[in-house]
């Protein structure tokens, strides 16, 4: 008998800034959250209660929803040794899982070598945003970048020649003092042509594609809605990768607007997500993983909140065992880092965890060493 089993997609979201983790899932339950949130808190007669602990943020009801039915996994207080509150350099480490030097490969480019050794298919690896993360760059490794599929605003096109060196300026002035000016330049010459082949085929997704899922017109919202486009037109795309506007989590002021309306926004982008996957058969074999750089400070600064350290990460997908993975930080002053939430899963075991048991590849080449796996697959 014929196997209609499809390869496994791996989808990242990336929220930009620094989420604060404690207003996402919120400790409602503990006297210390209001203590020491006298201003930037959830009333816990609004949140979404997991337990009699926890809760979802009540702007999340799309994403709660998705708990309900078992397919979220809340990864609690996601982080690593020795803390980098810089958002380029934690970022950075989250992209190249490695936190003693500035790393020159990420993690999902060498997840697409490994996927696809001989570069045989140039969109194994497809980015959708204005910039490519350095956790999709290795040498050879060809990403297309692609802005907004409905406008065909791709990246490396030839018509958008004038996007591409701007790109192309911004990645440089970002790496080159790390990596050198060199070495970022051969980056984009070798992967430049294949990258310019797997745009021009995207363009193919919207002529087989069609849904009755409207999705919002914010940026979050048309990547998610670019991603399915892409994955329901069957072009062999294994890793997507999607970003929130620029350091949009970076809420230091006006917190309690500004957080509500992302969280909003991204809740319902990936509901309407995985809707329009399952309208079109096509969800089973797709994970999304959101993750944030670092949480925020325990302590509200009585508008916003600081950049701090351990913080939550979501996996879902039809396949993901929903709950609570690892024990939430405790809030207790005595058991905080110089103010912020302890980690306590590293986030190398949890893409060790998406790498081995959904992509079927060894991590340890890829993250940099052995860390302990988490069950939600």
Known sequence: MTSTKKDPVLVVLQLSGG??????????????????RPVVKID???????????????????????????????IQGIGYPTPNRSHFRSMDIWHTCDPDKVGTEGWLGRSIKALDPQAENVLTGVNFGRSLPRALAMSGVPVAS????????????IEAELQREKALDIFSRMYSPAIGRGQVVDYFSQTGMDALKGADILSSALVKYSSTVEYGSYPIAQYMKNIAQVHTADLGC????????????????GQM????KLWTEVSQAVSDFYDDLREHSASENVVLLLFTEFGRRVHDNGSGTDHGSG???LVIGDTVRGGLYGEYPSLEEDRLLDGDLYYNNDF??????????????????????????????
């Open 311 to 313: 913080g939550n990460a």
């Open 348 to 377: 190398r075991g949890l893409y060790a965890t998406l790498l081995e048991k959904w992509l079927g590849l060894d991590a340890k080449p890829i993250v940099n060493g052995s860390f302990e796996q988490l069950g939600f697959l």
């Open 19 to 36: 989420d604060d983790a404690l207003n996402t899932i919120v400790p409602y339950g503990d006297p210390l959250y209001n203590d020491n």
């Open 238 to 253: 294994r890793v997507m990768y999607a970003t929130a506007p620029y350091n949009s989590f970076d809420t230091h002021a």
């Open 146 to 157: 692609v802005g907004n599929l409905q406008t065909y605003g791709v990246l490396t096109s």
């Open 257 to 260: 607007v500004a957080h509500s």
């Open 44 to 74: 816990g007669r609004q949140v979404l209660p997991i337990n009699d602990y926890l809760g979802f943020n009540p702007n999340m009801a799309p994403l709660k929803k998705l708990y309900d039915e078992g397919n979220v996994a809340i």
